[in-house]
């Protein structure tokens, strides 16, 4: 018999006759089948959110290496705070637990969109930010950068990434395309 018929036929039992469950011979069983039923519940329920298209989503931007700096303790605590959730470690499987809330709260695609805009958020602040600087200050901003985060920074701003012959990118040449973009940036603030 499986598990829906069981409680199918509990069920029946329970209204042709409700005193059964408080017989003193029933109790105990009555409160362990509780009990089991409480615990199965509550390790089901994040079951069935772990097999929706949010859920895989949101869990695989949480554990994104390019997301470590914005998915912190503080973020998943600020987060979860809206479905009651607090966090103390920031672990793979409390991540896991906050993706599943953020789901049961129906927080997943708004969580989703502002993750995958952050980075892009994250360069053109930086592009603002260096409007900022000296010309010196904004050189060694540039040279700071790693391959990968300067390629990005050109794509997301629009600017000219110029490549040498091995193909890698050639920051003394890139930089005078930076400048123009700060200054044409300066320019339209100014107005």
């Known amino acids: 018999m499986s598990l829906k018929e069981s409680m199918e036929q509990v069920?029946?039992?329970?209204?042709?006759?409700?005193?059964?469950?408080?017989?003193?011979?029933l109790t105990a069983t009555v409160t362990k089948l509780r009990k089991a039923l409480d615990d199965f519940l509550?390790?089901?329920?994040?079951?069935?959110?772990?097999?929706?298209?949010?859920?895989a989503e949101l869990s695989a931007l949480l554990t994104r290496p390019e997301y470590k700096e914005t998915v912190t303790l503080d973020w998943l605590n600020r987060h979860g705070a809206r479905a009651g959730q607090k966090?103390?470690?920031?672990?793979k499987k409390e991540k896991e637990a906050f993706a599943v809330a953020m789901v049961k709260a129906g927080h997943a695609p708004v969580l989703i969109r502002e993750l995958n805009e952050s980075p892009r958020r994250k360069m053109?602040?930086?592009?603002?930010?260096?409007?900022?600087?000296?010309?010196?200050?904004?050189e060694a901003t540039v040279k700071a950068l790693k391959p990968k985060q300067l390629e990005a920074f050109?794509?997301?701003?629009?600017?000219?990434?110029?490549?040498?012959a091995r193909g890698t990118i050639d920051r003394k040449q890139t930089l005078p395309h930076i400048f123009a973009k700060l200054g044409a940036l300066k320019e339209y603030l100014k107005l």
Do not use: M, W
């Not at 069920?11 to 011979?25: I, K, M, N, Q």
């Not at 509550?42 to 859920?55: F, G, L, N, S, W």
């Not at 050109?154 to 040498?164: F, G, Q, S």
């Open 11 to 25: 069920t029946v039992l329970l209204d042709e006759r409700p005193a059964l469950e408080r017989r003193a011979g």
């Open 87 to 91: 966090f103390t470690k920031g672990t």
């Open 42 to 55: 509550a390790k089901a329920e994040p079951e069935i959110y772990k097999d929706t298209k949010e859920y």
């Open 154 to 164: 050109c794509a997301v701003n629009e600017i000219t990434c110029v490549r040498n």
């Open 124 to 138: 053109q602040d930086l592009l603002h930010g260096l409007t900022r600087q000296s010309k010196a200050q904004v």
